[in-house]
């Protein structure tokens, strides 16, 4: 009967965990959309010079 009692603690746990890893994706996704737009900003200043 107690593990029935967890279960839903376990469940919490593992959304928390998930929603944390989409949050971190989404943050890392976005600042490496940033980070190759500038670089191909600078290497088409680099191709112009």
């Known amino acids: ?5 967890h279960i839903p603690r ?3 746990r593992e959304k928390q965990a998930r ?3 989409e949050k ?3 943050d890392k996704s976005r ?3 940033e980070r ?3 670089l191909r900003k600078y290497n ?3 191709k112009r010079k």
Do not use: F
């Open 1 to 5: 009967m107690s593990d029935v009692i």
């Open 19 to 21: 929603l944390h890893a």
């Open 31 to 33: 600042e490496l959309y």
């Open 10 to 12: 376990a469940l919490e």
């Open 36 to 38: 190759n737009r500038k």
């Open 44 to 46: 088409q200043a680099l």
């Open 24 to 26: 971190l994706l989404e």
